[in-house]
């Protein structure tokens, strides 16, 4: 998956140092990011070939660490040379794979900042803490941090059936697993029977934790689960979220190009007879 990049280690332990010649800069234009491809490869700049534009403290913030390497985000759109801004969506296949995560993170930590410039609460500017990742309003009190939105994949067998499904009026057009957000005041198990019965109408029982994942793209914390059909096979597809929903063999189930998502990776793991029970040790029947 995208989080995979051993065997680089990401730090994300707020210790702030100033930028090194070779500390990477991540910079964002809307949902673009600043970088220099190569095909599938690519790289970002480093403060050396930005300096120019961020000659002050409050032009960029530390970020994290990645195998001893600091990153920084810049708090402006660069002009640097051969680096453009593309697409996020890129960083989905490309390579190295430990850059290509530092990415979609840093998207996330941008789009917070970004939007949390004023308080909320009286308009008056933040100010960012010295001590962990926060901003607080020194005029009325209110404290931010960085937001995380808990949200679930759920892979329903039907024997040697999957339940996959293609999502309406998103740029993403290949096939997924039922997903979707967990509501205030509801357990995550919860969620895995509501959504499912939203979506597609149907019951399931036997649910399992497979494993999460940080999909920062949404800013989303990902927990996926499998279980099994329970009663009617029946599907009553709700078409203002999915385009498409129908029961696929195991043999005719699509490979895994990206290895970037859960949803790919559960649907491998049904594909190759390798679901929970024979692929995680960790799975917990709920």
């Excluded at 740029?171 to 957000?181: D, S």
């Excluded at 800013?219 to 498409?244: I, N, P, R």
């Excluded at 793991?269 to 390798?274: D, G, L, N, T, V």
Aim: charged residues 25%; aromatic residues 12%.
């Amino acid at each position: 998956m995208l989080q995979d990049i051993a065997p680089y280690v990401y730090s994300n332990e707020f210790r702030p140092v100033p930028p090194k010649d070779d500390s990477v800069i991540l910079s964002y234009s809307g949902r673009n990011v600043l970088l220099k491809k190569d095909g599938s490869h690519f790289e970002f700049p480093r403060f050396v070939d930005v300096a120019g534009s961020l000659q002050h403290e409050e032009d960029y913030i530390w970020l994290f660490n990645i195998s001893g390497m600091d990153y920084f985000l810049s708090r402006q759109v660069l002009a640097a040379g051969p680096f453009t801004y593309e697409p996020i969506r890129y960083l989905r296949s490309a390579r190295p794979r430990h850059l290509a995560f530092a990415g979609v993170t840093g998207l996330s930590l941008h789009g917070w900042y970004d939007t949390h410039r004023f308080c909320g609460r009286c308009g008056q500017p933040m100010t960012h803490s010295d001590s962990e990742r926060m901003v607080y309003c020194s005029h009325c009190g209110d404290v931010v941090y960085p937001k995380i939105c808990p949200a679930v994949i759920v892979a329903v067998r039907n024997g040697n059936k999957l339940l996959v499904s293609k999502y309406a009026g998103r740029e993403y057009k290949r096939v997924a697993l039922i997903a979707g957000y967990s509501e205030v005041g509801e357990t995550i198990e919860e969620t895995v029977h509501r959504e499912v019965m939203e979506e597609v109408g149907i019951r399931v029982k036997n649910i399992s934790y497979y494993k999460s994942q940080p999909w920062t793209f949404t800013d989303t914390l990902l927990m996926g689960f499998f279980c099994d059909l329970d009663g009617s096979d029946e599907l009553h597809v709700d078409h203002q979220e999915l385009a498409m929903a129908r029961w696929v063999d195991r043999e005719d189930l699509p490979e895994d190009e990206e290895q970037a998502t859960l949803t790919m990776e559960m649907i491998t793991c049904f594909r190759q007879e390798s679901a929970v029970k024979q692929g995680n040790s960790v799975a917990k029947t709920i």
